[in-house]
Nanobody, 125 residues
């Protein structure tokens, strides 16, 4: 049974930083691309960032809205992917989800097989 468990969400002031974690189990983690998505109230889910499998270089991808502020990394020994979020803005407020799909990153959420339950990030102004 595949499980993705996010953690690290919190209430933070604008300009602050958070690190989200997503711990995976029940899958060959190193063979899966991992993505982070978010959904704000009343808005559609959107791609935030993704990281490919390490053997292909672990290529990283970011939405334009977070480029230069967010970084993504993975630790295959711990079956965990991280999203470091710096210089947070109120518009970053959302539930953040991690997701897994085999091999390559895709910006479409429908292309991901497995999803976590989400973690709330709230950025106050």
């Amino acid at each position: 049974q595949v499980q993705l468990v996010e953690s690290g969400g919190a209430l933070v002031q604008a300009g602050g930083a958070l690190r989200l974690s997503c711990a995976a189990s029940g899958l060959a983690f190193s063979s899966y691309a991992m993505g982070w998505f978010r959904q704000a109230p009343g808005k559609e889910r959107e791609f935030v960032s993704g990281i490919g499998v390490s053997r292909s270089g672990g290529s990283t991808y970011f939405a334009d809205s977070v480029k230069g502020r967010f970084t993504i990394s993975r630790d295959n020994a711990k079956n965990t992917v991280y999203l470091q979020m710096n210089s947070l803005k109120p518009e970053d407020t959302a539930v953040y989800y991690c997701a897994a799909r085999f091999a390559t990153v895709n910006t479409e959420g429908s292309q991901y097989y497995y999803w976590g339950q989400g973690t709330q990030v709230t950025v106050s102004s």
